[in-house]
């Protein structure tokens, strides 16, 4: 008993604690035949404007329109410098029809950088049960951008579509996961 706390309380206390902050920040790896490493943390879903539509007449009654995901990647090649990805990926009952080239704006501050991702090929396809619509694209970034981005008090997310415009903005979850990222594998 510490200070009047069961040890039990304390124990449960830490459980909960370490399962919350643990449930939210995932890293899976992988190992290619080539020796490629590749750190993936994944469902880093951004706050998106219009996300949600709300029904005027019944205040209970709404549905996600749109969805953003803004994943964080590192990838180690035998022989090479670390390189870095932030991967898009767009859910929406509309298509944005995301294009390959400067697609992805972030913005920390006054200061602006507007991605592409060169060769990198949109992957999109249609779930038929729900009819959304899924694109997805891998950008490549450097170190410096990542660092900047978790030293930053808001970061807001441009992704442009020929289609329409998404835009979002990091929530204090997103910066938590981001920096961690950053931490274990950027510095």
Known sequence: M????????ILMLCFLLSVGCAGRYRIDTNTGADGTTTYTMASNEIDIEGGTKYDAFAQQDHHI????????RARDKPGAARTFQLVLTYIGSTALDIAPGRSLEIVIGLNSTTLSAGGGEVTKSMDPSTKLVTESVAYPV??????????A???????IGQDGKVKGSFSDRNFATLRRFVEEYVQ
Do not use: H, N, T, Y
Request: contains cysteine.
């Open 142 to 151: 450097s170190s410096g951008l990542l660092i900047a981005m978790s030293e």
């Open 2 to 9: 510490a200070a009047g706390i069961p040890l039990g309380s």
């Open 65 to 72: 329109e749109k969805r953003c995901f803004l994943d964080l």
């Open 153 to 159: 008090e808001a970061v807001q997310v441009i992704v």
